[in-house]
Structures are given as structure tokens and as C-alpha cells.
């Protein structure tokens, strides 16, 4: 008797705690999957229709794609969601029509844009549709901002992993988005710079210069120069031992950003700034003296000798080997701050560079002083403006017909400081600030020029006082996420005010990734984790 009366208290107290822990579960599936598509993507997409209910990602999960060339996506989508959910979801090539339950990556002519896509999530599937591969791979990163944030942690996760239903169509305001980091003040190693591509690309950034050589540092392997980075590359700000990349490390991150849909532009910035190299090569010098490496943070006082025969072959030796390296269309020349350069002599420099760029195949980018010279067709013109009369540079390159991209000092430089109490970083053009960094449009900014002017956007890292990645991280984030959605989203479309909370609820996703982001005060953070927790638990009651 005293048994069947255990067993039956057992029973009962079992039934009441599934009973109990399924309307949690249900509760909690409600709360997360009504809430999900206002939340947080950002950058904002164009449109987005929400249909109240969700699918749930599974271990029986697949993922399918119409086409063979498409599998490396289908793998890298994979491997995404792999450490989180702890699931080994299989990638098929699927011609036909998706199957249900699964995720489906196909491309379609009938998406304008050649990085738009349309995300279509129901709870018996998911479709990415896109123009092109870099439209899916964007889809994709919206994806994940739609999975609880915990999906960018490494170690397996006990979550239900639900995706609000809904469609949403989406596509950049702009082609180029970009990003710069100076690798020859502080050398920034390949493992760093492949964690910089990974953190860009969540963003659905698409560039990637790398200012390769300055006075501190030569820091890209040339064969047939050898000296410019074994001595060349030896020390950086600081007297540090600096470092360089070997070619086979270049082309590694080269294809590395590639399948992360990003386009590396290499940098080696001239006449001005090429101490490293004058240090490494003294025929480059017009006295024929090498000169001493420098570890200092000045600007402007180092040239090439540009009239003399020797430094247009070492010219065309550095950008032949470059150019072999780079699949993308542009090589950067540089061309700022050649104070001690004659403005006649720069001229004609930049004029001969420009064809030595021209002869490997590659079109030219260079700082806005390049406007100065007689512009290539397709040179791009990147407005820094070190100060506000230099507009006039943007305006000339205009009026040569080159596209500008846009880098305003005063705005999109990462290595300005937050405010007055900011460790790191630079502000002889102002503090920046989160809103400061957020709160401009590109084609506002410059009397006169407008959005057909302008190719895109690029947000740089000089890194005088950069030495590794936390410090990188801290300066870039959050400013640089602000800087994807002017590139991506429409000014139109942009509110301060509505992105600060937008950024705040991003919050999990950056500790998740474990990013030393800048905690600003202006900025709402709030965990949605907690958030979701507190919310199922009030509506339970
Ligand atoms: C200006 S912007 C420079 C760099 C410095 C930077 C520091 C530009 C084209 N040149 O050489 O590193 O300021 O903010």
C-alpha cells in the first residue's frame, strides 16, 4: 500500500514538473520569438515584415544549396553554428526546391543589388535568396544577429535556438564599405588581423586597407628588395621589434578576407612617409645615404628622391609583386602628407606612379592630396581632410571625374580619442565620440558633393598608439559598427536616437565575441539575455 502510494506521489510530482517545465519552455519560445525581429540587426536592414511565429534550429537541421560553387558558404554557415549549438548540420547540394525543415542558400537574378539578399524565415524553413554569393554570406550575418547572442560563444550551449519568423529584404546603400588598419606604427600580427576580418564581416563590411609601410615600418616581404623588411621592418613606434608579413602570410589573409567577402587593398604610401624604406635602401636617398630607422610619431619629413631614375624601378618592382598578390582591382599609392616633397615634384610623381599601377593592371586609390595630379581614370580619392580648406582636394578630384571615398579626420578616424579622459588614441582632429562617429551622412558632409560622387565609406586605425588587439578593439569598437550602417543603410533610414538602443541591445553579441568595446555612457547597454528571462517570468504569472 505504502508503495503504490509512492509511486503514484511520484507520478503526480513528475507530471506537474514536465507540465510546469513546458509552459516555461513555451513561454519562453513566445517571449523570444515575438520580440526577435525588432531587435537588434544592425546594420538596420531595408525592410522587414515580422510573422509571429519561428523556426528552431536542431540538431536534425540541414543546410542546403542550389549550386556546387555555392558549398563554401553553405560550409563556413556550418561551421558558424557549430561551437554554439553543439550540431554537425550537414551542407547538401539541393537543386530542386528547398526541402522543409532546413536552410536553403540560393542565388536569383530577380535581387537587384550584388550584395542584397532576401531572408525569408518560416517555421517549417529558412530561404536566403541573392544575386550573387556576397548577397547570401550578408544574409547570413543577419542570421546570426537573429539567434540568441549566445551563438558566438566557443563552447556548447544548452538553448532552445529559435529564429523569429518573417521576411526581410535587404541591401547596401553604398559598394564600398571599409575599414583601415595601419600595421607600420605597431605591427599587428596575422592571427589579429584575421580576428579584425572576422569582426568586420559580422558587420557586412567589404574592404580592408592595410597601410603596409610608413616611416616606422616596411611591413609586406618584397623578394626583389629584401632589405625593406628584414632591416626595414625590424623595429615600430617605440622601438619595439616591429615584424612583417611574408608573401605566403599575405596571401593567406588574402584569401582568409576573400571568403569572408572582403577585399584587401594594400597600402604603401609615397613619396612622403617612406622612411623605412630610405632607411633600408640608401640609393633611394637623393644625398645617396641611408637613413637611421625611426621610432618616433612625427609626420612629414621623409620623401623618395623622385627624380631619380632608381626609385621608379624600385617603384615598379614593389607594385609588380603586390599587384601579383592582389585579386582586388586597386592598389593604394598614399600621397598624404609629402611635406617635404615639392608640390611640382609631387606632381609628376604621383603622375608616373600612377602609371607604374596602371602598367600591372591595377587602378589607383590615394589620400586626397593626389587630386593635386592629373588623375587616372577610376582613381579613387580618399577624403581625410586635415583640415576643413582641404574640401578643395575632394573638390578637384570631382572635377577630374574620380569617385571619393570617405575618410573625414574629424568623424570616421578610430584612432581619435572618445573624450577627454580616453587612454589611447590621437585628437588633434577632436574627440569622437559614439553619436559623434554615427551622426553624419556621406553625402552631407562636403559642400557640393553628392551620393553619385561618392563610392563609399572607409573608417581608419592609425595605430601610433595601438599595440595590440585589445587596444585595437577598444579604439574600433563601437565606432566601427556605426560606420558599417552609414555605408550600408540609407541616411533616410538613420536616427541616433533609435540606433543608440539599437547598439545597446547589442551588448550580449559584443561580450559574447569578447570584444574590449568602449563601455560609452551615451550608449543604453542592455543585456537581452536577462531582458528575456525577466519578461517570460512576469508573463507567467
Ligand atoms: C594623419 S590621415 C595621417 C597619418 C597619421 C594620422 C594620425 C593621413 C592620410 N595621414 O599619417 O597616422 O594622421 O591620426
Known amino acids: 500500500m505504502k508503495t503504490l ?69 553553405a560550409e563556413y554557415l556550418s561551421g558558424l553554428l557549430q561551437p554554439a549549438t553543439g550540431f554537425k548540420l550537414p551542407v547538401k547540394e539541393m537543386s530542386s526546391m528547398p526541402s522543409t525543415d532546413h536552410i536553403f542558400l540560393s542565388l536569383t537574378d530577380s535581387i537587384p543589388n550584388n550584395e542584397g539578399y532576401q531572408l525569408s524565415i518560416k517555421e517549417n524553413g529558412i530561404v536566403i535568396n541573392a544575386k550573387k554569393p556576397a548577397g547570401l554570406f550578408y544574409g547570413i550575418q543577419t542570421l546570426r544577429q537573429l539567434l540568441p547572442a549566445s551563438i558566438e560563444l566557443n563552447e556548447k550551449q544548452d538553448n532552445t535556438w529559435l529564429i523569429a519568423s518573417g521576411t526581410i529584404k535587404d541591401e547596401p546603400s553604398y559598394s564600398y564599405r571599409g575599414a583601415m588598419l595601419d600595421v607600420a606604427r605597431h605591427f599587428i600580427g596575422l592571427s589579429d588581423v584575421k580576428r579584425y576580418i572576422d ?20 611591413r609586406i616581404e618584397i623578394k626583389s628588395w629584401p632589405n625593406l623588411t628584414t632591416h626595414g621592418g625590424s623595429t615600430e613606434v617605440g622601438g619595439g621589434e616591429g615584424g612583417f608579413f611574408t ?123 593626389i587630386a593635386h595630379a592629373t588623375l587616372a581614370p577610376n582613381s579613387i580619392v580618399q577624403y581625410w581632410a586635415r583640415d576643413s580648406t582641404e574640401n578643395k582636394n575632394a573638390h578637384m578630384a570631382v572635377k ?26 590621437l585628437d588633434w582632429a577632436g574627440l569622437t565620440e559614439v553619436d559623434v562617429a554615427y551622426n553624419w551622412s556621406l553625402e552631407n558632409h562636403i559642400d557640393g558633393i553628392k551620393k553619385e560622387n561618392i563610392i563609399g565609406i572607409e573608417a581608419p586605425l592609425w595605430t601610433e598608439t595601438v599595440e595590440n588587439m585589445k587596444d585595437l578593439e577598444y579604439l574600433v569598437f ?33 561580450d559574447a565575441l569578447d570584444i574590449n568595446y568602449y563601455n560609452s555612457k551615451l550608449v543604453p547597454w542592455k543585456s537581452i539575455v536577462s531582458d528575456t528571462i525577466v519578461k517570460s517570468s512576469k508573463d507567467s504569472i
Open 5 to 73: 502510494y509512492n509511486s503514484i506521489l511520484i507520478l503526480l510530482i513528475s507530471i506537474i514538473t514536465t507540465t510546469s517545465c513546458k509552459k516555461e519552455e513555451k513561454i519562453k519560445k513566445i517571449a523570444i520569438s515575438k520580440d526577435l525581429l525588432k531587435d537588434n540587426i544592425i546594420p538596420k536592414p531595408a525592410s522587414l515584415t515580422a510573422t509571429g511565429s519561428s523556426f528552431e534550429l536542431n540538431a536534425k537541421s540541414e543546410i542546403h544549396y542550389q549550386h556546387s560553387d555555392l558549398k563554401p558558404i
Open 199 to 218: 569582426l568586420l564581416s559580422f558587420y557586412k563590411i567589404n574592404t580592408l586597407h592595410l597601410h603596409l609601410s610608413d616611416d616606422q615600418g616596411w
Open 247 to 369: 608573401q605566403v602570410q599575405y596571401k593567406e589573409l588574402v584569401k582568409y578576407a576573400q571568403e569572408r567577402f572582403i577585399t584587401i587593398i594594400p597600402e604603401i604610401d609615397m613619396p612622403g612617409h617612406t622612411n623605412a624604406a630610405l632607411s633600408s635602401y640608401s640609393e633611394l636617398n637623393c644625398n645617396g645615404k641611408a637613413t637611421k630607422l625611426y621610432t618616433g610619431t612625427r609626420v612629414g619629413f621623409s620623401t623618395f628622391c623622385t627624380d631619380k631614375e632608381i626609385t621608379y624601378k624600385f617603384i615598379d618592382d614593389v607594385i609588380r609583386e603586390l599587384a601579383e598578390m592582389t585579386p582586388g582591382e586597386y592598389i593604394h599609392i598614399g600621397g598624404d602628407e609629402s611635406d617635404a616633397t615639392p608640390i611640382k615634384e609631387y606632381i609628376i610623381f604621383i603622375n608616373k606612379v600612377q602609371k607604374i599601377v596602371a602598367k600591372h593592371g591595377k587602378k589607383v586609390l590615394g589620400w586626397d592630396e
Open 400 to 425: 577630374q571625374n574620380a569617385k571619393i571615398l570617405m575618410s573625414p579626420a574629424t568623424k570616421a578616424y578610430l584612432d581619435m580619442k572618445y573624450d577627454k579622459t580616453t587612454k589611447l588614441g
Open 478 to 510: 563601437p565606432r566601427v559598427i556605426g560606420i558599417a550602417e552609414i555605408g550600408w543603410t540609407p541616411t533616410s533610414q538613420r536616427d541616433w536616437n533609435e540606433y543608440k538602443v539599437r547598439l545597446g541591445k547589442h551588448k550580449d553579441r559584443l
